[in-house]
């Protein structure tokens, strides 16, 4: 089930990678190590970059598959969560970017489409509702088809 919409997400993608790439100074711990420096510039570039290459609204280049850009997301999310214990940083790095953009990236690519889905389709609210309208049509015609073969399969029977 859909809950982000593929414009938002977007939109979340890009504004996460700049805070990603721009953490240590905003956060004012580019004085720790060179990982506690490079890792988050990295991971935000790389989460533009496959943003700029999806097939979606959002998108300029248009290369990758929404699902597999929801799998890159999944994947940058669970490194971010999981880098300060990897690379061993200490103090309140671990909880200002990578903890709450690793979660927020995590929650991102799982609300917004089935993540092992291989044929995601993005669909706008319009597409969705005129393909909801078009499914109850033929509800309706498959429907109102059952009598009408009874009634023909009863004419021939008496003829």
Known sequence: MTTINTKLHGILDYTLGI?????PWIF???RGTQAELWIPVISGAI????TIFTDASFGIVRKI????????DLIL?????????LFDYTGYVYLLPY?????????ISLA????LHSKHVEQTPNAYL????????????????IPIQKAVKNKTLTH
Do not use: D, E, R
């Open 65 to 72: 598959k929404l699902s597999n850009h929801f799998l890159l």
């Open 99 to 107: 903890l709450w953009i690793g979660l927020l990236k995590i929650f």
């Open 77 to 85: 999310g669970s490194f971010l969560v999981a880098a300060p214990k």
């Open 112 to 115: 917004a489409g089935n993540v």
């Open 130 to 145: 005129s393909n909801l309208t078009f499914k109850n049509f033929m509800h309706h015609v498959q429907h109102l088809n």
């Open 19 to 23: 805070v990603l790439m721009l953490s």
């Open 28 to 30: 004012n711990y580019s």
């Open 47 to 50: 989460a533009i970059l496959y």
